[in-house]
């Protein structure tokens, strides 16, 4: 695995001094700061219209009325903000013509699809990083619920590493820098549709393994604090049927 590392080590530094990595972290940071202060305000004016109604059962929850939306707008911005960053992971390297000394270096296909997996899933984690201050902040002003938060955040995680094994299949594919984003927009998307296969299946069986692959599900188990195993084997899954696939094109471009 040493090789890996050293693929990891190289493509990590590129990624966190590249301007594409600060302008997509500017750009989140912006966006969730906006949402993140109309939720707060929402819950503030929602609390105290409940409050002058007089008491009427159990309070907002802060982890549901804030936290959750505010992670599922994270969730959000990563599959666009992935796509961009996982560009790079190959797309770039055959723009440049670095590619081929890749392919030459003492290390295997294998090696080279994990390395890259780990910088880009470093780096997606590192953005997640940022969307975590905001809830942590709230914790100087009010309870918070930390099981669910963090059952959430892993969740989140788990996501960012499936999303950047997806777009490094896509870069995989193509030299071009927009096709490599649409086709890991496209294909995170379909990942996600996928499931809604469910509501029309005919049988029990169909409907049955199309709730196991629902996305949505597993994500939901997270953001509730109930993880599963099921949902944990689904997201790593996907990721190793993606750094599977990115590793043969590899090493078939080795054979051509």
């Known amino acids: 695995m040493k090789g890996a590392f050293v693929i990891a080590d190289k493509d990590l530094r590129g990624l966190f001094v590249s301007p594409l990595f600060y302008i997509l972290t500017g750009i989140c940071a912006v966006v969730w700061s906006f949402q993140f202060y109309f939720l707060i ?9 409940q409050m002058m109604q007089g008491p009427q059962g159990e309070g907002l929850n802060l982890h549901f009325t804030v936290m959750a939306r505010h992670i599922s707008t994270v969730n959000l911005m990563m599959i666009f903000s992935v796509a961009a960053l996982t560009m790079r992971l190959f797309t770039e390297e055959k723009r440049q013509r670095t590619f081929d000394l890749l392919l030459t270096s003492p290390v295997t296909a294998t090696h ?6 780990i910088a880009g899933t470093l780096t997606a984690w590192a953005l997640i990083a940022v969307s975590l201050l905001y809830p942590l902040s709230m914790a100087f002003f009010g309870k918070l619920d930390w099981g669910p938060l963090f059952s959430s955040y892993i969740g989140l995680f788990l996501m960012a590493a499936m999303y950047v094994s997806v777009g490094m299949f896509a870069s995989s594919l193509t030299e071009s820098t927009v096709l490599s984003v649409l086709m890991g927009l496209i294909f995170n998307v379909m990942i996600w549709f996928i499931g809604v296969t469910g509501e029309v299946a005919e049988s029990a069986t169909q409907r049955a393994i199309a709730d196991h692959i629902n996305i949505s599900n597993h994500f939901m188990a997270f953001l509730k604090g109930q993880p599963s195993l099921a949902a944990l084997a ?6 190793g049927l993606f750094t599977f696939l990115t590793q043969r094109v590899v090493e078939s471009a080795r054979w051509r």
């Open 41 to 49: 305000n929402q819950f503030v004016s929602q609390s105290m219209m």
């Open 234 to 239: 689904f997201f790593l899954s996907v990721i």
């Open 112 to 117: 080279i699809a994990i390395g890259k997996l």
